[in-house]
Every structure is written in structure tokens, then in C-alpha cells.
């Protein structure tokens, strides 16, 4: 089936590039989520920069008559991850990019880190496999821990990423569905989804939807680099790299025990306790991060239970 479909797609192979796609190579741009049970009110913004190596987004909730308000921020690079709650003033440094290839909220927005999750799976000794199925191009992979599985579906003549579907065989029933629509022409004839569907579904809380639509988006030179994020100076961040408290600016203002059991706190995971958080961002979790980060996304929302 892998030689068959090497065959008769030619430069679609086991890892798709983003210029086979006709993808931009990064991408910036401004979201607006909406989910099922208020489809007419907007429950946060997403704001994004995505490219090959490194993902920036700032997550701002809608309050109403309030507007918006920054909630939290993420800046994963190949060597580091960085999460910060802005009510809570708390964030953590810690790695996810170069084991998961992907980062918390940018499949919310963009199919572009589905292909580098690919790339790095395959560069830590994961099997990607391709086949067809009708006339889509199948691309899968196991994350880590064995357990989780992606499988990506590509139109081969349109050049575009259909769905993206993430399961967990130890949680049969639980499962994440990104649907990409709507593409239109970013610039120089590439282009980009302008409308994501997400479908999560998890056994005993039944399922939950979500729209995501997006209006600004313009492509980038990779070479820039994400934006910079200035945090207030009496932020505390805890440093799981190097076992260090940094403040706002950076500096180290003390240290910790990484052994220790962590305190509950209102931080990064959009809620989630520092202990299930740690879970998730270091090592994975239960389930792998693309899947889990959007249950939790949707908790917030009312969508499911817990």
C-alpha cells in the first residue's frame, strides 16, 4: 500500500511538506472561537504565529459588555515550552515541541504543526505510514507511549488537509476530529483553512463541538521568529528545564524540588491543576496532548463534564 501510494502521488510521501501542500512555511493570524451552546457568541480569541520550528498564540476570552481579556499565552520552540496564565500570573517552562510536534492551540487554527508533528515523530524512530483511502492520501502515526494514534487525511489534487482525528486505545470512545474548511489563498498561491470544526467526544460526557473562524491571516518568513510576549514583572514562572523560579523579566528569584508533589493552583491547562498539568506538559499524560489540552479546553466551555 506505502509503495502504491509513493507511486501515484509522487512528491506526497510518508512526511508531507508544507510546499507540497501549497501551505505557507508560517503563518500569522487572529481567530474567533464559538461553541455549540452559544454558536452566536464568541467565546475567545486566538491570536497566532506559527512556523516550521516554533508556535506563539495568546488565547483572550470574551466577557461580554467586558470585551476581551488576555487569558493565557504559550511559546513552544524545539527546545523549549512556555505557558502562562495571565489572571493567575503563573506560568511553567518545560519541553513538549520536539517529542509532540505540536503545540497546545494551534491545531485550533492551522493544519501546519500535523506536519511537523509527522517530521518529529519520525526523527525520534516513530513509524510514519501512508496509504490510500478513496481518493485520500492517509498519512498515521503513533505518538508517544504507544498508545495514541494521528491519522491525517490529504486530497492529493487539492492539495489540502481534510481531517485530523486523534484516539487513545486505552480510552476507547475518547477522540479529537479537526475538520479544515474553507481554503482560501493566503499569497503567492498558497493557501490556508479559514474555518476549523473540532468534534471531541469522551465516554460518559458525550460530545461537544466547536467552530473556529479566521479572519486575519498572512503568511510569514520563517526567519522572523515568533513575536515577543512581555510578561508583568511580578509574574512567577516556574522553570522545569533548569529547577529555577524566574520572575517577569526572567531572573531567577529562587528554586524548587522538582520532586515535590506541586501545589493546586489556577494556572496554565486553562484551569487545570498544576498537578494534572505537569502530567500533560512534560511527559503526556493520559492522553497525548492534542487531544487532552482540547478536552480541557472544552470543559471550560460547558461542553463536558468534570
Not at 93 to 104: A, C, E, F, P, V
Request: a neutral charge; hydrophobic letters at 40%.
Amino acid at each position: 500500500m506505502i509503495a502504491l501510494a509513493a507511486s501515484i502521488l509522487g512528491v506526497f510521501l510518508a512526511q508531507p511538506a508544507a510546499e507540497s501542500l501549497r501551505l505557507p512555511r508560517a503563518i500569522r493570524g487572529q481567530a474567533v472561537g464559538y461553541n455549540e451552546a452559544h454558536p452566536d457568541e464568541p467565546f475567545d480569541r486566538i491570536e497566532f504565529e506559527i512556523g516550521p520550528e516554533w508556535v506563539r498564540t495568546e488565547q483572550d476570552l470574551f466577557s461580554g459588555s467586558l470585551g476581551w481579556s488576555v487569558f493565557d499565552f504559550t511559546l513552544d520552540t524545539m527546545s523549549k515550552s512556555l505557558l502562562y496564565n495571565a489572571p493567575s500570573k503563573r506560568g511553567t517552562i518545560g519541553t513538549r515541541l520536539d517529542t509532540y510536534g505540536n503545540s497546545r492551540a494551534e491545531a485550533f487554527v492551522s493544519p501546519l504543526g500535523w506536519l511537523r508533528t509527522l517530521r518529529v515523530r519520525a526523527a525520534n524512530g516513530a513509524e510514519v505510514r501512508s496509504g490510500l483511502e478513496g481518493p485520500l492520501t492517509v498519512y498515521s502515526c503513533d505518538m508517544p507511549g504507544g498508545h495514541s494514534l494521528l491519522t491525517m487525511y490529504v486530497d492529493p489534487v487539492a492539495k489540502r488537509i481534510e481531517r485530523v482525528e486523534i484516539d487513545d486505545d486505552r480510552a476507547p470512545g475518547i477522540e479529537a476530529v479537526y475538520r479544515y474548511l474553507d481554503w482560501r489563498e493566503v499569497s503567492g498561491g498558497f493557501h490556508h483553512p479559514r474555518r476549523v470544526e473540532i468534534m471531541l467526544s469522551s465516554p460518559g460526557s458525550g460530545s461537544a463541538a466547536q467552530k473556529v473562524v479566521i479572519g486575519t491571516l498572512a503568511a510569514m518568513d520563517p526567519a522572523d521568529g515568533p513575536s515577543a510576549f512581555t510578561f508583568p514583572a511580578d509574574a512567577v514562572i516556574t522553570d522545569y528545564i533548569e529547577n529555577v523560579v524566574r520572575n517577569g523579566k526572567m531572573e531567577v528569584i529562587g528554586d524548587f524540588d522538582p520532586n515535590a508533589t506541586p501545589a493546586r493552583v489556577a494556572g496554565p491547562g486553562r484551569g487545570v491543576s498544576a498537578t494534572t498539568k505537569q502530567r500533560w506538559f512534560i511527559v503526556g499524560g493520559v492522553v497525548i496532548i492534542m487531544l487532552a489540552g482540547g478536552l480541557w479546553y472544552w470543559r471550560r466551555r460547558g461542553g463536558l463534564g468534570g
